[in-house]
C-alpha cells in the first residue's frame, strides 16, 4: 500500500530524467586551472565556496566544468557512469570550442 504513494513521485523523477550522449570527459587539475595553480572555480554551488572538490557521491558530487550557455546549467548534477560518479558543474571550461558539444 504505501509503494502505491511513490509512484506519482517516481515517475516525475524519471521524466526529468534524460541522457546525453557523446560526451567528451577531459581532466584537469590545479596545475592546468585559471588561474593556475589555484583550485577556485566560477560557481558556489555548495559548502566548500568557490573551491573544486568532492567524493563524487549526489550528496557531495566532484566539480566538473563546461562551456559557458552550453548543455548543462549552472550547479546542475549529473551522474557520469565513465567515472561511475556524481558531478556537478561548477566551473567554465575556457578551452571548450563553440563546436564541443554538448559541453
Do not use: W
Request: proline fraction near 6%; glycine fraction near 12%.
Amino acid at each position: 500500500m504505501h509503494s502505491v504513494a511513490y509512484l506519482p513521485l517516481l515517475a516525475g523523477l524519471a521524466a526529468a530524467c534524460s541522457v546525453t550522449g557523446n560526451v567528451k570527459t577531459t581532466f584537469y587539475g590545479v596545475p592546468d586551472n585559471d588561474p593556475a595553480g589555484s583550485d577556485a572555480i566560477a560557481f558556489s554551488c555548495s559548502s566548500r565556496g568557490f573551491h573544486a572538490g568532492g567524493t563524487g557521491t549526489f550528496s557531495d558530487p566532484l566539480t566538473f566544468a563546461s562551456k559557458q550557455g552550453g548543455a548543462y546549467g549552472q550547479c546542475e548534477i549529473v551522474y557520469s557512469p565513465y567515472l561511475r560518479k556524481y558531478i556537478r558543474n561548477e566551473d567554465i571550461c575556457a578551452g571548450c570550442s563553440e563546436y564541443s558539444t554538448p559541453s
